[in-house]
């Protein structure tokens, strides 16, 4: 059974810092066989894509977070990652990471940022 359990969520200031994990358990492969993503919801709004990182490595943001944002992952923890610069209260969200593979594709519980002075 695949569980995906996010962290490194919290309360920051603008222009603060974050890196959010995403460790994965009971992989068939290793989590660069799957391709990762990093989706956020804000209240009220639509969960959206905002990085992500396929099994070749490509990486792609939203425009939104375009050179703030940092898409990785560690093969051997089998853990993904995504730092987060110069945050901004629009970046206010539930944090969920995302793999898939074919047609299977899996969820984290989330994990909540707070972008406030």
């Known amino acids: 059974q695949v569980q995906l359990v996010e962290s490194g969520g919290g309360l920051v200031q603008p222009g603060g810092s974050l890196r959010l994990a995403c460790a994965a358990s009971?992989?068939?492969?290793?989590?660069?066989?799957?391709?990762l993503g990093w989706y956020r919801q804000a209240p009220g709004k639509e969960r959206e894509l905002v990085a992500s990182?396929?099994?070749?490595?490509?990486?792609t943001y939203a425009d939104s977070v375009r050179g703030r944002f940092t898409i990785s992952r560690d093969n051997a923890l089998n853990t993904g990652y995504l730092q987060i610069n110069t945050l901004k209260p629009e970046d206010t969200a539930v944090y969920y990471c995302n793999l898939k593979w074919y047609a299977y594709t899996y969820w984290g519980q989330g994990t909540q940022v707070t972008v406030s002075s």
């Open positions: 990182i396929n099994t070749g490595g490509i990486t």
């Open positions: 009971g992989l068939i492969f290793t989590i660069n066989t799957y391709t």
